[in-house]
């Protein structure tokens, strides 16, 4: 089982600002198979990013992804009021298709 | 638009089942894998499984082996995950997800979500 550790647990910010989340897998997720989703309160999660670096569908330019084998990161540049969340990596190599313990992003 | 609809909210005893559904619209239910993922109240995410709803076929986390069951009914797109033997720490959020396309060498993420549905479990 690919175990996956998201650091910071809590990033506190300022609307405008820049914010960097990590996932780290405990061995090489193949193919870059992981995923980054958006959870806000009270509502299911958000496809964000796919193949470490790709866009979902109507995502916005200022949410990027990159990284690859085990170190991966989730860039928000300009953080909008709307994208104070949890975020959650995922890898879907393999199964089991594990979560990381996600990143809460809060208003500083 | 591709649409996975859950049934509503569900409170049972401890010991009791509960069968969740999630209804896809939007796209050919047999050609895509279904997953299934929970999430407990302040918690995190939660793989539990997928299904195959062409063969039937499914795979559990090791964690439910034995007391959660993935079935479907092609004739309506539904896919069911009813899980037994319900204690406590079981209530949470149930979400159903589609996965990769049944064939494709490459595995996909999470695209789209069902709402949710939210089993409680309490005396």
């Known amino acids: 089982e690919i175990v996956l550790t998201q650091s910071p647990g809590t990033l506190s910010l300022s609307p405008g600002e820049r914010a960097t989340l990590s996932c780290r897998a405990s061995q090489s997720v193949s193919s870059n198979s992981l995923a980054w989703y958006q959870q806000k309160p009270g509502q299911g999660p958000r496809l964000l990013i796919y193949?470490?670096?790709g866009r979902a569908t109507g995502i916005p330019d200022r949410f990027s992804g990159s990284g690859s084998g085990t170190d991966f990161t989730l860039t928000i540049n300009r953080l909008e009021p709307e994208d104070f969340a949890v975020y959650y990596c995922q890898q879907y190599a393999s199964s089991p298709r594990t979560f990381g313990q996600g990143t809460k992003v809060e208003i500083k | 638009q591709v649409q996975l609809v859950q049934s509503g909210a569900e409170v049972k005893k401890p010991g009791a089942s509960v069968k969740v559904s999630c209804k896809a619209s939007g796209y050919t239910f047999t050609g895509y894998y279904m997953h299934w993922v929970r999430q407990a109240p302040g918690q995190g995410l939660e793989w539990m499984g997928w299904i195959n709803p062409n063969s039937g076929d499914t795979k559990d986390a090791q964690k439910f082996q034995g007391w959660v069951t993935m079935t479907r009914d092609t004739s309506i797109s539904t896919a069911y995950m009813e899980l037994t033997s319900l204690k406590s720490d079981d209530t949470a959020v149930y979400y159903c997800a589609r996965g990769s396309r049944i064939g494709a060498t490459t595995n996909d993420p999470f695209h789209v979500w069902g709402q949710g549905t939210m089993v409680t479990v309490s005396s």
């Open positions: 193949g470490a670096s």
